[in-house]
C-alpha cells in the first residue's frame, strides 16, 4: 500500500487554499450570513443582522476584497458601527480571502480589550474558529495578540512602537482610534504612514480601515483622512415629505421640560420622531461630497442616527443641554466631548483662541 508524508499533503492543502481566487461574497453578505455577535460584547447579541445598522452596509462593501478602495476611513460617533464592522472585516477575511492582518490601537489596554472581543467572535462562528489555531495545539500561535489561521496571521497590538508597524508585511490593516495615536513614533514619523508601508508588497490588493471619534479641528488625523477622501454623508428621506437630508444638531427640538424630543425636517418641518428611524435609515443612502483622491472612501455619521434602543433623540437633547449649560458657566469640556463622540465634528474652541488685539499689543 502506497502511503504518502504527511507534511506533502498538509503542504498540497496549504497550496490549494493559498492559490484559490478571492471569493465574490461580499462583507456585508458573509457577516449576514456567517457572522454572531457573542454575548457580553453589547448590548445586543446573537446572530449579526446588517438591517439593524443599514448604513454599515455601504462601508463593508467598500472593504469587500473585490472593491477598488485601498483605504475606508469612518469618521463617526462612538459606539455606532465602527468596531462590529471591523469584527465583520477581520472575520470574513480569514474565513473567505485570507492574508496577514495587522490591528492597531492607541494603548494596551484597548489592544487586550479589543483582542478579547476578537476572541469571543472567534469562538462564536465556527467557519472561523475552524480556521484558526487552537490556543493550546502544539507550536499555536493563537495567543492575545496573535491569532494564526489558514492563509495568515492576525497581530492586534499597539501604533505606539516603531517596531510594531514595521516587521510584518500586511494584506490588511485595521487602525482604530486613530486620533488618540501618537503622532510621530519613536521620532520616525507618522504611524499610519509607517503602517502603510507594511502593504507595499500587496500592491492593489493591499486595503487599509481607519475609525475614530474626531478631536480637535486642525489636530484630527481621522478629519483629514476624511477630508482626503470622497466624504460621504448619510442622506434619509423625511417620512412626512420623502425630503432627503442629512441628520444635524441644528434640527434637534425638545420640549422646554425635556419630556420630549424629534428632529424637524428642514424641508416641511415636520416631526422625525424616534419611531420613524427603523425605515428611514433602511431608505438611507450614501451621498459623496467630493471627489476625493481616487483611492479613500470615507464616511461619516452621528449618534443622530443611532438605531431604537441605542441612544433616543431625548437622550442626545438633555446630553446637549447639560453640556451647554457647562460651557456657559466656562467649562467648554463636556460640549467637546459632545461634538466628538456625538456629532462626530470635531472641536473648534474660539475661546482659546488669541485674538487679534492681544496679538497686537
Known amino acids: 500500500m502506497n502511503t504518502v508524508a504527511d507534511g506533502f499533503l498538509a503542504y498540497l492543502s496549504g497550496f490549494s487554499e493559498g492559490i484559490k481566487p478571492d471569493p465574490s461574497l461580499w462583507i456585508d453578505e458573509w457577516a449576514d450570513s456567517y457572522m454572531r455577535i457573542p454575548q457580553g460584547a453589547g448590548a445586543e447579541h446573537g446572530k449579526y443582522e446588517t438591517s439593524r445598522t443599514p448604513f454599515a452596509r455601504e462601508v463593508m462593501r467598500c472593504l469587500s476584497p473585490m472593491h477598488p478602495a485601498k483605504r475606508v476611513v469612518v469618521k463617526a460617533a462612538s459606539q ?4 462590529q464592522v471591523g469584527l465583520n472585516w477581520i472575520c ?6 485570507p492574508g496577514n492582518m495587522l490591528t492597531l490601537l492607541p494603548t494596551d489596554k484597548l489592544a487586550k480589550r479589543v483582542a478579547s472581543r476578537v476572541d469571543k467572535t472567534i469562538n462564536d462562528v465556527p467557519e472561523v474558529r475552524q480556521r484558526v489555531a487552537k490556543p493550546r495545539s502544539r507550536d499555536s500561535k493563537n495567543t492575545a495578540d496573535t491569532k494564526e ?26 487602525g482604530d482610534e486613530i486620533d488618540r495615536w501618537e503622532l510621530s513614533v519613536d521620532g520616525e514619523g507618522n504611524p499610519i504612514d509607517l503602517a502603510e ?3 507595499n508588497t500587496f500592491g492593489r490588493n493591499f486595503k487599509a480601515y481607519y475609525t475614530s471619534s474626531p478631536t480637535d479641528e486642525g489636530a484630527s488625523p481621522i478629519d483629514e483622512l476624511f477630508k482626503q477622501g470622497d466624504q460621504r454623508h448619510y442622506y434619509v428621506p423625511c417620512p412626512h415629505c420623502g425630503h432627503y437630508h442629512t441628520l444635524e444638531q441644528g434640527n434637534l427640538r425638545w420640549r422646554a421640560d425635556l419630556s420630549d424630543a424629534w428632529m424637524e425636517c428642514p424641508s416641511c418641518h415636520g416631526e422625525i420622531r424616534n419611531q420613524h428611524k427603523t425605515a428611514m435609515l433602511a431608505a438611507g443612502v450614501w451621498r459623496a461630497h467630493s471627489q476625493g483622491d481616487g483611492e479613500t472612501v470615507s464616511f461619516t455619521l452621528s449618534a443622530l442616527y443611532a438605531p431604537i434602543g441605542w441612544v433616543s433623540f431625548l437622550g442626545l437633547a438633555k446630553q446637549y443641554l447639560k453640556a451647554k449649560a457647562k460651557m456657559d458657566r466656562g467649562d467648554p469640556e463636556s460640549m467637546r466631548v459632545y461634538y466628538n463622540t456625538r456629532l462626530a465634528e470635531t472641536w473648534d474652541d474660539a475661546s482659546e483662541r488669541v485674538k487679534a488685539d492681544q496679538i497686537r499689543a
Open 80 to 83: 455606532i458601527m465602527k468596531t
Open 92 to 97: 470574513a477575511n480569514i474565513h473567505q480571502a
Open 197 to 199: 508601508n507594511r502593504g
Open 149 to 174: 489561521f489558514k492563509g495568515g496571521t492576525l497581530y492586534i497590538t499597539t501604533a505606539g512602537s516603531a517596531s510594531n508597524l514595521a516587521e510584518v508585511p500586511v494584506r490588511y490593516l485595521y
